[in-house]
């Protein structure tokens, strides 16, 4: 699997009030350094702009650690999105 990089396609999965699940497909940009999506089709600003990293979440059998001097974190993760590269 390569990385993703702008241009990129993603596959978001979202819900509606919980308990309808559907995907949204958005073109991967960089802002900032970051890469991530714009979701609304008005201006591109940094309030429409929702980065890669917000979309990590916790594993269903991660464990809590703690590292000094940084903090809580868990020992793994999961990608809530998928990166359709383009050719």
């Given at each position: ?32 350094f970051c890469l991530g999506y ?13 980065p890669l990293c917000n979309l ?32």
């Open positions: 699997m390569s990385k993703p990089k702008a241009g990129d396609t993603v596959r978001v999965q979202k819900s509606f009030w919980g308990n309808d699940i559907y995907i949204e497909t958005f073109v991967l940009e960089e802002f900032n714009y979701e609304l089709d008005g201006p591109k600003s940094p309030c429409n702009f929702t990590v979440e916790r594993a269903p059998d991660a464990t809590d650690k703690y590292w000094s001097n940084y903090g809580p974190y868990y020992s793994d993760y999961i990608n809530t999105f998928e990166v359709i590269s383009n050719v």
